[in-house]
């Protein structure tokens, strides 16, 4: 049971996070909408369900098929849409192809291969981001930098997955500033996906940005940001 003062402090957060979007937004001096993502791993649903039907929040993401799989009926059903934000497995596609307003984290041609015949078989069109590990980290997951044009060209047959846009995870920076190298180099990975307007998708999304950075990556050209810990307060993981 979410207790009054539980509630108070989720809303002065969503709604401090909302403010704190739309004041990048000003500096960045753009008129492109910035779409805030609710990152819900190891939140109860209660607390995602409260934010949704009584603040607002319209867009949630999970990292793990099983909790994916375990919150989305309950927070669609609240009224809004579930991303997969996390590295998806393949044997994990079933749980979430089909079912995620956008999974993020595309990665592999062996990934999209295996979504795409997935998707077909359900009958669906599914929308992906490409994640590009763009700190060329070896213990990240992502399409390395060199390789964004060939792994574009390479799922490009596929019929049942549309690739509308680019995800990345800057690596752990010490300053705040330090992380507008990446997102700059992020920025232009998306103009040159833009450039190519692939499947007529229109506004491509470009998602990164986290509760440690996402105002600079708006300043950067981010249109989605992945906002958890500054919502919901720390992990408490297990």
Known sequence: MLTPERKNELRDNYLRVLENI???RARRGTG?????LAATKTVPEEEVCYLVRECGLRLCGENHAQEFAAKIDAVTAAGARMDFIGHLQTNKVRVVAGRAGLI???DSVHLAAEL?????KLGVTQDILVEINIGEEEAKTGVDPDRFDDFLAEIEPFSAIRPVGIMTMAPK???LEDF???FRK?????LDFSAKKLHNIGEPVLSMGMSDSYECAIEEG???VRVGSAIFGARHYQ
């Open 180 to 182: 507008r190298a990446y």
């Open 186 to 190: 992020s920025y232009q990975f998306y």
């Open 104 to 106: 993020h984290s595309v």
């Open 222 to 224: 981010a249109t989605l």
């Open 173 to 175: 920076c010490e300053k």
């Open 32 to 36: 492109v909408p910035v779409t805030l």
């Open 116 to 120: 795409d015949s997935r998707c077909r």
């Open 22 to 24: 739309e004041a990048a």
